[in-house]
T-cell receptor
């Protein structure tokens, strides 16, 4: 399977705990995006990488959130001191250098209890 | 103002019939693009079709076609010959050239249920 993969698919955590999600983009794609989707809504942009450089962060991304993409390959999204409002589906997408289409992974569903 | 508006929260369609999903957008960028994605209950966003603002012809991909009316700022998705597997949420999204990395702005979605 050469699509975008995300791990874990589901994560249940207690409020105050830290969580980390991983995204593996399509191998030749240099652009990588994180989005958050709450129930009944469309996805909202969180952050964007071109290769290893994080070029934009949404104001939705509070200082409890951090994302990295070392070596321009996989990416991680960490949430520190989780809150119930962080419960959502976290979607990763990648895009090729010469195209506009973004291909999404299956998402990580986070539930904060 | 909302950048992407999908006014139909839910629709029923009879199997084998066509259905049109509405999408209107708002941008001052002359170079933009419009996407439609399908999201089944499994959660994955599946890319369906793309229309660039300078494309002269409406985009088509199999049973999907995009009715692009630039002056009206609308980009409606038409699904022909609906199948039971078309039951899903459908999202319209826009990229703007001045947005870093062509990030997408999504509408609120339309839920489609295909009846046998």
């Amino acid at each position: 399977d050469t699509g975008v993969s995300q791990n874990p698919r589901h994560k249940i955590t207690k409020r105050g705990q830290n969580v980390t999600f991983r995204c593996d983009p399509i191998s030749e794609h240099n652009r990588l995006y994180w989005y958050r989707q709450t129930l009944g809504q469309g996805p909202e942009f969180l952050t964007y990488f071109q290769n290893e450089a994080q070029l934009e962060k949404s104001r939705l991304l509070s200082d409890r959130f951090s994302a990295e993409r070392p070596k321009g390959s996989f990416s991680t999204l960490e949430i520190q001191r989780t809150e119930q409002g962080d419960s959502a589906m976290y979607l990763c997408a990648s895009s090729p250098r010469d195209g506009y289409e973004q291909y999404f992974g299956p998402g990580t569903r986070l539930t904060v209890t | 103002a909302q950048k992407i508006t999908q006014t139909q929260p839910g629709m029923f369609v009879q199997e084998k019939e066509a259905v049109t999903l509405d999408c209107t957008y708002d941008t001052s960028d002359p170079s933009y693009g419009l996407f439609w994605y399908k999201q089944p209950s499994s959660g994955e966003m599946i890319f369906l079709i793309y229309q660039g603002s300078y494309d002269q012809q409406n985009a088509t991909e199999g049973r999907y076609s995009l009715n692009f009316q630039k002056a009206r700022k609308s980009a409606n998705l038409v699904i022909s010959a609906s199948q039971l597997g078309d039951s899903a949420m459908y999202f319209c999204a826009m990229r703007e050239s001045f947005a870093a990395g062509n990030k997408l702005t999504f509408g609120g979605g339309t839920r489609v249920l295909v009846k046998p």
